[in-house]
C-alpha cells in the first residue's frame, strides 16, 4: 500500500561499456545475447555465474525492516517490504536489467504479438520448477492470470495489468498466449509473481488467505520463504535450483526494527548485514564507522502530501470522516501555497533529496515532469492566505481560519510512527499552517493502513516507489482502482476519481510511441497536480548502509550511483557474496559484474520498429 512515505519509500538506475540488449524487430525475430554488468564503485556487483549456490559457513544476510508485512499473499500485498519479498519468491513473465532497466527474459524467455498487437505469445523456460520439485510451466502462468481476471479479490493488488485481458491459455507447456481486448503498452512490464497453479489452486477465499501459515512456500525465484512472524522475521533459503544460479549466502533475513535509530546500531554491532532508508544524520555517523558502506543514491521513490478527496466505492457509496473542507480546491491550494519544499530538502533531509513536483522521480528522465511558471505553486504564504480569504474562510477573533460551517479548520495527518521524516515534516507544516489560522493534527501509527482504507483521514504522508514503466503508480488513481463496495479493498492510493485523468491514463495505456507515450504520462501528472489532489514534496535519495566484513560484493541497481534495497527486481540479495567468500579468492571476489544470459531469442512486436522499455513499479513495484 502506500507508504504513504517510504521505502525507499521515495522516488533511481546505470555503468560503463558493456554489449546492449537491443530487441531486433525483424518479423518477429530477435537475436540473443549475452549481457554484462559492469562493476560499480562502492557497491559492487556480485558474481552469480557459477550457480552452485555455495556460501560461506553458515553465512546470513541479515536486512533491518522498519516496515509491517501486508501480505505474504502475491494477490494482496502493496506495501514494499512485501512486493520485494516476492520478487525473491517468484519469478515474474520478464525482469529488469540491473544495469539500465531494459527488459530482459524471466520467467519467458521470449514474446511476440501480432501485428494487431492484440494477441501475445510468450516462450516460458524449460529450466523452472517449483521448489517442491514440480516443473513451472505455461499453466501456473496462465492461471494466475485467469484467477486475477474472474475473482475482484485475486485483483487486489495487481489488477491493472488484466483488467484488459480477453483471454489467456496455455496451449501446451512452454507456450502461453494472452488475447487482449485493446492494445496494451505494459506487456513487457507485467509485474506480477506468477504462482504455482498445484498449490494455491485449493485456496477459497482470497480475500482472506496471507499465505502465512505453511512453510516453506513454493516458489520458484531465487529464494525460497521458510519462515515469518509478524512484525518480528521474514527468512529465506536459497533455491538451490534456480535456474539462474543460486544465491550465495546460506540465509536471507528480513528482521523488523520499530525503530531506525536501533536498527542501526544493530548495524554498529554487526547483528545485521544492511539497513536501509537512513536518516542523514544516520548516514553522517555511519560513514566513519569501520567496516561499513554507505549508498548514497537517487530515489526511485516521491514524498507525497495526499488529501482525502472523500472516501468513495464503485457503487456510489461515499464512507470515512475526512473533513469535507479538503473537497474544496481552493482550500488545497492555499495549503500547499503554504509549504516550502526548498526548507524541507534543506532540513529535513539535508540536501539528500530533490525538490517535488511532478509525481514521477527525475531518475526515469522520459517520464519527468515538471509544472510551467504560471501552473507552479510556489511557496507564498501571503498568496495561501488571500487565496483562502477570497473563498470565504475567514478569521475569527482569536485568529483561527473558520469553515464554511462556522467551525475551525483544524486537520489530522496520518504520519508513519517509524518514518522520522514524517515526524520532522508535520512539525514545519503545523507551524506554516497555523500561520494561516489553521490548526493540525499529526497522528503517527505503526500502520496506517486501517485508517487509509476506511477513509478515516483528512491527509497523510503518502510515497511509492516507481518503476521504470509508470503504469501502475498511475493506475491507482483511476476510478477503476476504486474498491467496489466501501466494504470491499481496492487498489485505490488516495480514492481519486477524476475522469479527465482517466481519459488520459487510458491514452498512454495502449501508446506504443515511447515519445508519445512519454507526452501522455507528463499530461497526466499536470492533469493530477491540477486537482491538488497530490502535493509531492521531495524526491529523497536512497540512503543506506551496509557492513563490508559481512557482505564481499553486491550489485546495485543501476549499476552506477544505484540503490540496493527496493530494486525492480532481485539482483541485490541474489547477487551478494558473503565477504568471508570473497576474500578467500571465491567467484564474487573478482568479479566483474553479474552476466547475464539471455539464451532463447527475446522477440518484440512485428512492425513497431522500436524497443518496447515499457515496464512498471516497483514494486507494486513498490509501494508502501
Not at 509478524?230 to 533455491?239: H, R, W
Not at 464512507?319 to 479538503?326: C, Q, S, T, V, Y
Not at 509525481?359 to 528522465?365: D, K, M, Q, S, V
Not at 477573533?397 to 462556522?406: A, N, Q, Y
Request: aromatic fraction near 10%; charged fraction near 20%; charge should be neutral.
Amino acid at each position: 500500500m502506500v507508504t504513504k512515505a517510504p521505502p525507499p519509500p521515495a522516488p533511481a538506475h546505470r555503468a560503463p561499456a558493456r554489449r546492449a540488449l537491443r530487441l531486433l524487430v525483424a518479423h518477429g525475430v530477435a537475436a540473443a545475447s549475452l549481457v554484462a554488468v559492469p562493476q560499480a564503485a562502492g557497491a559492487v556487483a556480485g558474481a552469480a555465474g557459477d550457480g552452485d549456490g555455495k556460501a560461506g559457513a553458515g553465512s546470513t544476510l541479515t536486512v533491518a525492516v522498519s516496515q509491517s508485512v501486508d501480505s505474504l499473499s502475491p494477490f494482496l500485498a502493496q506495501k514494499l517490504v512485501s512486493t520485494s519479498i516476492h520478487r525473491l519468491a517468484y519469478e515474474y513473465l520478464t525482469n529488469y536489467d540491473p544495469k539500465d532497466a531494459r527488459t530482459v527474459p524471466g520467467f519467458a524467455t521470449a514474446w511476440a504479438s501480432s501485428p494487431d498487437k492484440l494477441t501475445w505469445t510468450y516462450t516460458i523456460r524449460s529450466d523452472s520448477k517449483w521448489s517442491d520439485g514440480q516443473p513451472a510451466t505455461a499453466e501456473d502462468a496462465a492461471w494466475t492470470f485467469q484467477k486475477m481476471m474472474t475473482d475482484p479479490n485475486a485483483a487486489t493488488a495487481n489488477g491493472s495489468f488484466t483488467a484488459n485481458f480477453k483471454t489467456v491459455s496455455a496451449p501446451d507447456p512452454r507456450t502461453l498466449v494472452i488475447e487482449l481486448k485493446k492494445p496494451q503498452a505494459t506487456m513487457t512490464a507485467l509485474d506480477v509473481p506468477i504462482v504455482p497453479k498445484h498449490v494455491w489452486e485449493k485456496v477459497g477465499d482470497f480475500s482472506k488467505f496471507n499465505n502465512d501459515k505453511q512453510f516453506p512456500i513454493v516458489g520458484n525465484g531465487p529464494f525460497v520463504i521458510t519462515d515469518f512472524k509478524v512484525d518480528q522475521y521474514i527468512k529465506l533459503k536459497p533455491n538451490k535450483d534456480f535456474w539462474r544460479g543460486a544465491p550465495k549466502f546460506d540465509e536471507l533475513v528480513f528482521k523488523y526494527y520499530k525503530d531506525g535509530d536501533a536498527a542501526v546500531a544493530a548495524l554498529q554491532k554487526g547483528e545485521v548485514s544492511f539497513v536501509p532508508n537512513l536518516t542523514p544524520a544516520q548516514a553522517a555517523a555511519l560513514k566513519t564507522q569501520p567496516d561499513i558502506k554507505v549508498n548514497d543514491a537517487p530515489g526511485r521513490r516521491f514524498f507525497a502530501l495526499a488529501t482525502n478527496p472523500g472516501a468513495r466505492a464503485k457503487d456510489g457509496k461515499t464512507f470515512g470522516n475526512g473533513n469535507k473542507a479538503l473537497l474544496d480546491p481552493e482550500v488545497r491550494k492555499a495549503l500547499f501555497l503554504a509549504v516550502d519544499r526548498a526548507t524541507l530538502v534543506d532540513k529535513v533531509f539535508q540536501g539528500h533529496a530533490v525538490e517535488g513536483e511532478g509525481y514521477i522521480p527525475p531518475r526515469f528522465g522520459s517520464y519527468f515532469w515538471q509544472p510551467t511558471a504560471e501552473q507552479k505553486r510556489g511557496y507564498d504564504p501571503a498568496k495561501a492566505a488571500q487565496v483562502l480569504d477570497a473563498a470565504g474562510y475567514r478569521k475569527n477573533g482569536e485568529g483561527k481560519r473558520l469553515g464554511k460551517d462556522g467551525r475551525p479548520l483544524d486537520f489530522r495527518i496520518l504520519c508513519h510512527a517509524t518514518d522520522p521524516n514524517d515526524k520532522a515534516v508535520g512539525k514545519y507544516l503545523q507551524e506554516w499552517w497555523g500561520g494561516l489560522g489553521i490548526g493540525l493534527k499529526v497522528e503517527c501509527l505503526d500502520s496506517v493502513s486501517d485508517p487509509w482504507v476506511k477513509g478515516d483521514y483528512d491527509l497523510a504522508f503518502d510515497g511509492w516507489s516507481v518503476n521504470p514503466d509508470p503504469d501502475y503508480v498511475l493506475s491507482i488513481h483511476t476510478c477503476d482502482a476504486l474498491p467496489a463496495t466501501p466494504k470491499d479493498s481496492g487498489a485505490t492510493d488516495n480514492f481519486i476519481c477524476d475522469p479527465r485523468f482517466d481519459a488520459l491514463y487510458a491514452q498512454q495505456a495502449v501508446e506504443y510511441d515511447p515519445a508519445k507515450r512519454a507526452d501522455l504520462v507528463k499530461r497526466l501528472q499536470s492533469r493530477l497536480y491540477d486537482t491538488g489532489y497530490m502535493n509531492v514534496l521531495a524526491y529523497p535519495n536512497a540512503l543506506e548502509a551496509y557492513r563490508t566484513d559481512q557482505i564481499g560484493s553486491i550489485t546495485t541497481m543501476p549499476s552506477a550511483a544505484g540503490n540496493l534495497w527496493g530494486q525492480d527486481g532481485y539482483w541485490s540479495w541474489w547477487s551478494a557474496v558473503p565477504a568471508a567468500r570473497a576474500s578467500d579468492g571465491g567467484s564474487g571476489s573478482s568479479s566483474t559484474g553479474v552476466i547475464i544470459g539471455i539464451g532463447a531469442a527475446v522477440v518484440v512486436v512485428v512492425g513497431l520498429g522500436i524497443f518496447l522499455g515499457m515496464r512498471r513499479r516497483s514494486t507494486s513495484d513498490d509501494r508502501e
